[in-house]
């Protein structure tokens, strides 16, 4: 039994955290804001076999760049192991990520909903998909990698996430576009757990009046000049990306910040590609990624 599925990468621009709850139930938790997700992302392969004699029931490999943790892929993996009798198998998961970890590209996330979809196909556990996304938004805010980003890469698109949640509780609005290229560059890490405890009530006040902002206007423009305001405002501007932004609004390219990461995206009209691929290429030390608008969000691929 095998299974193959992809999840887009994801890109906050602002946000709004839920982390209380009166029956803390990790389905209830989780984030108001606004982003998108792009075509690069996280494919993940399932193949069970007979356990023989083997000291564990897996094995977590991973392709491309590389993550140090598979506690949110074990976490997954429980949960399906208490679907069924599964306890003669042996499953063998490789994680392809395609964008690199801890930039603000959303990459648990992306971990996480793959490999939910390609368990429940692998196993042929036929939940429904909002299950499946349960699972993977609750191993997220479990292992406290993210908040919102499941439920925005569950739909894909470019959108705005209304009511905090997973995937079934939350609510997102997709924002519709003309065709647009997003090109980025990832300069560093940056360690969303650590930044999310020290800087809670300071990101809050402002990233709830965007949201609200954003469902007036539903402009891409407007939403990359809210994103470098909420980028300043909660102080992640290092000097290395503020002379970027400073020299790509001198060529009239606006521009967002990926939180949390030390990477600066450009949502453009297709015509304009090489304005900007230009300008990044004077910062060899940065990882530029070019693509386009994911709109069909975490999907099962045909093995």
Do not use: W
């Not at 980003?149 to 609005?173: M, T, W, Y």
């Not at 001198?250 to 910040?257: A, D, L, P, R, S």
Request: proline share 3%; hydrophobic share 40%; aromatic share 8%.
């Amino acid at each position: 039994m095998e299974a193959t599925a992809f999840c887009p990468a994801h890109v906050t621009g602002f946000f709004k955290a839920y982390l209380n709850d009166n029956q803390n139930n990790l389905e209830n938790l989780g984030s108001m804001g606004a982003g998108f997700s792009i075509k690069q992302g996280v494919t993940t392969r399932v193949k069970i076999e007979s356990k023989n004699n083997q000291k564990s029931n897996f094995k977590i490999t991973t392709k491309g760049y590389q993550s140090d943790k598979t506690d949110i892929s074990e976490f997954i993996l429980n949960e399906f192991l208490k679907l069924g009798k599964f306890s003669n198998k042996f499953f063998n998961i490789e994680h392809d990520i395609s964008i690199p970890v801890g930039y603000g590209l959303g990459s648990s996330a992306a971990v996480a909903l793959s490999l939910s979809f390609a368990l429940d196909q692998a196993l042929e556990t036929k939940l429904d998909k909002i299950s499946i996304g349960k699972i993977a938004h609750n191993a997220e805010l479990n292992c406290k990698t993210g908040l919102g980003d499941v439920l925005a890469s569950f739909h894909g698109g470019f959108e705005i996430r209304v009511k905090p949640g997973a995937p079934g509780i939350g609510r997102v609005e997709k924002i519709l576009t003309e065709e647009i290229s997003i090109i980025m560059i990832c300069f560093s890490p940056i360690s969303t757990n650590k930044f999310i405890k020290e800087r809670l009530s300071q990101i809050n006040g402002l990233g709830g009046k965007m949201v609200n902002k954003l469902m007036e206007s539903k402009n891409y423009e407007h939403f990359q000049e809210m994103s470098l305001e909420f980028a300043n405002y909660i102080d992640v501007m290092t000097p290395k990306m503020q002379k970027l932004v400073n020299e790509l609004f001198e060529n009239n390219i606006k521009c967002g910040v990926a939180l949390f990461g030390e990477t600066i995206f450009s949502m453009i009209p297709k015509k304009d590609e090489n304005k900007i691929l230009e300008i990044l290429k004077k910062y060899p030390e940065g990882i530029i990624i070019k693509s386009e608008l994911d709109n069909v969000g975490a999907r099962v691929l045909n093995n």
